[in-house]
């Protein structure tokens, strides 16, 4: 039990120790903090900051203001997700010697912390000083709403002069974007914060024009646009650079100074502007416009704004593209359905907004109607209904559409205003047999006068032309001469105000007669040199009818040709001149329509030596006739 009150005492010394490390880091880490907060503090001062507040153009700094080793700083209240293009030029930068080198840097005071360091530019002496926070460095787009100080500092180490510089501060518009503006007369608000305003933008297009929208309560002085660069790549009488890419303006320009048409920006409500790059307003909400050709080449103007009475918003867009609204017709049929309620459909598309969509329409060129009474339906499609349309109508339209900025599209179509026709083709038999008729019959409604029927059989089509009676049914006749299978339909081609329409098809088999010939010797046995008399009977009784004797002996075949008698008999001989065995087959054969060919049953015989000369025969065979 002695020894346990110096265990506690090695403890507690343990323990103190600890505490003396962890208060020394402690220290150590405030030191720290308090040189970084040093660091953000170091070209920033509550007294040397000028409010200059709203981002609407330059500020000069004049030779010598700021001496080497020293610095000013300039404060903006700039607006979260606008684009600002903020840069340093001058003289210092035209200056081939170098002498001056300024170095800027961005702050945001935050409480708690002061003035936080957002940014720090440091190129070498005469190069402009650009502040970006996107991609390319070349545009600073606020993450919030806020006051944001620049500060300019003459870098002593590479710096041994103080040339004039000028601080640009502006918005960078997109053109082709409406914006909205809120402006107040000085002698309203007693004030300058909104009496004058000014953006930034550059375009290559030859052409542009400046639309601005005055409300009621709003009397605006001048609207003006300023050339403020048009640099060009290798040229020495080049006005304005790029700078990581983008133009930026010549700096005597900046200072009002007009050289070769560029340049002379100011808010002077009687200075320098171009005769035709301004436009006034001699009455309360009455809107300006501003149309400026330049010619190719991508150039840097600026906008410049005044009110003179009044306040409100104005609504502005610099326009670049002059395409006209796109219009396209979803239906475009040239034939339409008396009883159907027709449609008009239209799909209109246009960059700024569709103002206006209209239609004129006449029917058989008679007087024109006029109206603005579209549905406005999903996706840019728009419809418009038409009534009180009759058969054999035809109806020629135009549709227009204008965009908010005047630009305007047409488009048209006509259509004839048609009935249904409907053709009922039924045949009486689907199978007869050749010499009957095929006999069609049915009924046409809405069909006009007359209509055809095709009867087609392999390629061959024979066509009838049938008046339907006062009700619209028919029958028809018609006799084929060939056998096989015919294809029936019924055609109406359509007439004033009536539909093309086709019947469904319909089939008939035309089948030929069953046929038959026989075939008869006389004997079963003949002597070489004998005569074989062949006879049989075909059982149409036709005259003249031919038939065919194929007579067979040891694979070799030789024809003979009889002709039927009006009773459908025939006969013929044939001479023996070699020895073997006989076959003998008939054929006759078919038309193609009534009858089908008719082949006898074979009939063989045999031709062998004779037993007796062949006077004897001959003398026998007359003997055997007569009696």
């Not at 609207?223 to 890419?245: D, H, K, Q, T």
């Not at 050289?259 to 409500?269: A, C, E």
């Not at 339909?489 to 319909?506: L, M, R, V």
Request: charge should be negative.
């Amino acid at each position: 039990m002695k020894n346990r009150p110096e265990k506690v005492t090695l403890r507690t010394r343990s323990n103190l120790r600890k505490v003396v490390l962890t208060v020394t880091l402690v220290i150590i880490i405030l030191v720290f903090l308090q040189q970084s907060h040093v660091n953000a503090y170091r070209y920033i001062d509550s007294s040397r900051i000028i409010d200059v507040e709203n981002p609407i153009g330059s500020t000069v700094i004049n030779e010598g203001e700021i001496p080497p080793g020293e610095y000013m700083t300039y404060k903006y209240k700039l607006a979260k997700d606008h684009k600002y293009h903020i840069y340093l030029n001058g003289e210092w930068t035209e200056d081939k010697e170098y002498k001056t080198d300024y170095d800027v840097y961005l702050y945001r005071y935050q409480a708690g912390r002061g003035y936080v360091t957002l940014s720090s530019h440091t190129e070498s002496a005469g190069f402009i000083e650009q502040i970006g926070n996107d991609d390319e460095n070349q545009y600073f787009v606020p993450d919030l709403t806020s006051d944001y100080y620049i500060s300019i500092y003459n870098d002593e180490k590479e710096s041994n002069s103080s040339k004039e510089a000028i601080l640009t501060v502006i918005e960078h518009i997109n053109t082709d974007e409406w914006i909205d503006l809120k402006m107040e007369a000085w002698h309203t608000t007693r004030s300058n914060d909104r009496c004058n305003w000014a953006y930034e933008f550059n375009t290559s297009t030859p052409e542009f024009k400046v639309l601005i929208e005055v409300p009621e309560l709003l009397d605006m002085y001048e609207a003006r646009i300023y050339l403020m660069g048009e640099p060009r790549a290798g040229s020495r009488n080049s006005l304005g650079e790029y700078v990581n890419g983008i133009p930026v303006s010549w700096s005597g320009g900046l200072k009002g100074e007009v050289k070769s048409g560029i340049g002379g920006f100011n808010f002077d409500p009687q200075g320098y502007r171009q005769y035709e790059c301004v436009d006034s307003a001699q009455h309360y909400g009455e809107d300006m416009e501003i149309t400026i050709s330049e010619g190719s080449g991508n150039k840097l103007y600026h906008l410049v704004l005044m009110a003179e009475d009044g306040k409100g918003y104005v609504n502005f867009i610099i326009q670049t593209d002059f395409s006209p609204p796109q219009i396209e017709l979803l239906n475009t049929s040239k034939n339409v359905n008396v009883k159907e309620d027709y449609f008009i459909d239209v799909k209109a598309t246009t960059r700024y907004g569709l103002e206006k969509l209209s239609i004129n329409y006449t029917i058989d060129n008679s007087s024109y109607i006029s109206d603005t009474n579209f549905e406005n339906r999903t996706n840019n499609i728009y419809r418009y209904h038409l009534l009180g349309l009759v058969t054999g109508d035809t109806l020629y339209y135009q549709v227009d559409a204008w965009d908010i900025l005047g630009s305007k599209s047409s488009i048209s179509n006509l259509f004839k205003v048609m009935t249904n026709t409907t053709i009922e083709l039924k045949v009486l038999k689907n199978r007869i047999t050749a010499g009957e008729e095929i006999i069609t019959y049915g009924n046409i409604k809405n069909g006009g006068n007359e209509f055809t029927i095709n009867y087609q059989r392999d390629g061959e089509k024979s066509t009838h032309t049938i008046k339907p009676k006062s009700d619209g049914s028919y029958t028809h006749r018609f006799r084929p001469n060939l056998a096989g299978e015919y294809t029936i339909s019924a055609d109406f081609e359509g007439s004033n105000g009536y539909h093309p329409s086709t019947s469904d098809i319909k089939i008939c088999n035309v089948q030929s007669l069953d046929a038959s010939v026989t075939c008869y010797t006389r004997k079963q046995k003949y002597a070489l040199g004998d005569e074989v008399e062949i006879s049989g009977y075909y059982s149409f009784k036709t005259i003249a009818k031919e038939v065919i004797i194929e007579i067979y002996r040891d694979g070799e075949v030789e024809y003979l040709l009889a002709l039927t008698d009006k009773d459908g008999f025939y006969s013929t001989t044939f001479q023996t001149q070699e020895l073997g065995e006989y076959t003998i087959i008939t054929r006759v054969k078919g038309d193609g329509y009534l009858f089908k060919e008719a082949s006898s049953e074979a009939v063989p015989f045999k031709v062998v030596k004779p037993l007796l000369p062949a006077f004897v025969r001959k003398f026998t065979n007359r003997i055997s006739q007569i009696f």
